[in-house]
């Protein structure tokens, strides 16, 4: 059975380590706000690219389709 003399005493107990362990929290919550910053700007730049990106397919789109069977084009002379 283990006796009070081979128990060490807390560490939370030393006014230092309370201090230091403070002192983490301040730093590291500073980094969340730093980093939820910057998540909202990468958020904010992946919508502007979305709607760039549509905008460049709805430019796009009627050169990449399929030519029109019913269409006659300049050159070609009429068949009737």
């Not at 002192?23 to 730093?34: D, H, M, P």
């Not at 430019?59 to 006659?72: E, H, I, Q, T, V």
């Amino acid at each position: 059975m283990a006796t009070a003399e081979d128990v060490s005493r807390p560490v939370a107990a030393d006014p230092g380590v309370v201090e230091l362990l403070k002192s983490e929290n301040v730093f590291l919550r500073g980094q969340v706000t730093v980093k939820d910053e910057q998540i909202k700007d990468l958020t904010e730049r992946a919508r502007e690219t979305n709607h760039l990106i549509g905008g460049l397919q709805r430019l796009l789109a009627p050169l990449l389709s399929a030519p029109d069977r019913g269409r006659k084009f300049v050159d070609e002379p009429d068949q009737r």
